[in-house]
C-alpha cells in the first residue's frame, strides 16, 4: 500500500511541475492553482507513505527519481525541449541509482 501511495506522490508532484511551467510565472491563475494543490497533495502523500515505515532515504530517491525522469520526458515530448546524449545519461543515472537504493535493502 505504501508503495501505492508513493506512486500517487509522484503523479501528484509531476502534475504540479508541469502546471509549473504552464503557469507562465504564476500568471496564469489557473494553473498557479494547480500547482499549489499538486505540490500540497504530493506532500501528503509522500509523508502517508512514510508513515507506512517506507524509509525515508530510498522513498525520496524514487520520488524525485521518478518525477525528475517523468518531468524530462514530458519536456522532450509535450514543451518542445531538446534531448541530447548528456540528459539521456543524467536519467540513465538517476535511474540507476534509485535502482541501487532499492537492491540495497531499501525496501520492507
Do not use: C, R
Not at 5 to 11: N, Q, R, T, V
Not at 51 to 70: I, N, P, S
Amino acid at each position: 500500500m505504501a508503495w501505492l501511495i508513493l506512486a500517487g506522490a509522484i503523479i501528484a508532484e509531476v502534475l504540479a511541475t508541469t502546471a509549473l511551467k504552464l503557469s507562465d510565472g504564476f500568471t496564469h491563475k489557473g494553473w498557479a492553482l494547480t500547482v499549489v494543490a499538486g505540490y500540497a497533495a504530493a506532500f501528503i502523500l509522500l509523508a502517508q507513505a512514510l508513515k507506512l515505515h517506507l524509509e525515508v532515504g530510498t522513498a525520496y530517491a524514487v520520488w524525485a527519481g521518478a518525477g525528475t525522469a517523468a518531468i524530462a520526458a514530458i519536456g522532450v515530448l509535450f514543451l518542445g525541449e531538446s534531448l541530447t546524449p548528456a540528459k539521456l545519461a543524467g536519467i540513465a543515472l538517476i535511474i540507476g541509482g534509485v535502482l541501487v537504493l532499492n537492491l540495497a535493502g531499501g525496501t520492507h
